[in-house]
């Protein structure tokens, strides 16, 4: 593909990465250089300072694109770092889930991100606001709010989908449905008990298709409300998820909007973002549309149905 003139800057969290997704990541970086590409790379020492990193490269005129090899966290820290500079971006992915890049149709395949780089193919990438804090892919409210506190208060660097089962078993066990409105494009659409998902993109994690109809390019964010105040109703709302048919159901609200403002009577709801703990109620939440120029492969965009 025609680069022009400048340096790739590649950014590598050391810590999110199983030893295949590092050696990915390395192999990529040599095939650049191999291939007469002025790779500068940079191991991040903290999400900020990924976060400065991309803001750096976003700002200097003699950078051509930003690569970055991390999981969805490191991932979203960059896309915040780039906001607006019509830099492009080339994930090459190799945290736990890795949801945003499996959405744009790359994986951690050496072969595939290859073929994806030298395609060329670019899309814009929304990014939702909440609080004043990024996110590429999921926010949500409640129940999954709990499980990532209660993984990330243990965590050390890179996990596996094992670290999640004992939270998730944990929160199962104690977890009280919180009473939460939620007003979408001004108007309120809920005020009950409930668990409430905001997102740019279809996927989930462990496969769920939560926003099912979700597109990261169409300037929308979807929202999810589940209705909810008992295990029972909770369990069921899951096996219609996985079915894919729960955005129909009675005691679902699917939406799409462009701002969504979320408050509790409840106390300590907890909130995620992206896999890691949000921000805490109220929460804010917008759409800023066309935010960063990324590498999709020509299968990229919507999962399919
Ligand atoms: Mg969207």
């Known amino acids: 593909m025609n680069l022009a003139q400048g340096y790739i800057e590649y950014i590598i969290n050391p810590k999110s990465g199983s030893v295949i997704g590092k050696g990915t990541a390395k192999k990529f970086a040599n095939y650049l250089r191999n291939n007469g590409y002025d790779v500068r790379v940079d191991k991040t020492k903290s999400m900020e300072h990924v976060c400065q990193l991309a803001t750096k490269a976003a700002m200097d005129a003699d950078c051509s694109m930003v690569a970055v090899a991390g999981g969805d966290g490191t991932v979203r820290e960059v896309a915040h770092g780039l906001e607006g500079s019509g830099k492009r971006l080339m994930i090459i992915p190799s945290g736990t889930e890795n949801l945003l890049a499996k959405e744009l149709g790359t994986s951690n395949a050496f072969k595939r991100l290859v073929e994806v780089f030298e395609d060329g193919f670019i899309s814009e990438l929304d990014l939702g606001i909440a609080n004043g804090r990024c996110f590429t892919s999921i926010a949500g409210l409640g129940f999954d709010g709990d499980v990532i506190k209660k993984i990330s208060e243990k965590r050390k660097g890179h996990i596996t989908h094992l670290h999640y ?3 998730i078993l944990q929160t199962v066990r104690d977890h009280e449905f919180p009473n939460i409105r939620v007003i979408v494009d001004d108007e309120e659409i809920f ?3 409930g668990e409430v998902f905001v997102g740019n993109i279809s996927r989930y994690a462990t496969g769920l298709r939560i926003l099912r109809d ?3 390019s169409d300037g929308l964010l979807d929202v999810c409300v ?5 295990r029972i109703q909770f369990v069921k709302h ?5 079915f894919r048919v729960h955005a129909h159901a009675d005691d679902v609200i699917y939406r799409q909007c462009k701002k969504i403002y979320i408050s509790s009577s409840s106390k300590n709801v907890r909130t995620q973002i992206d896999g890691d703990p949000g921000p805490e109620l109220p929460i804010k939440i917008e759409v800023i549309p066309n935010a960063v120029r990324v590498f999709v492969s020509k299968s990229g965009k919507r999962a399919e149905l």
């Open 226 to 230: 589940y209705k909810c105040a008992s």
């Open 214 to 216: 979700a597109d990261f």
């Open 191 to 193: 005020n009950g008990q």
């Open 165 to 167: 089962l004992q939270p």
């Open 238 to 242: 899951y096996i219609k998820t996985i």
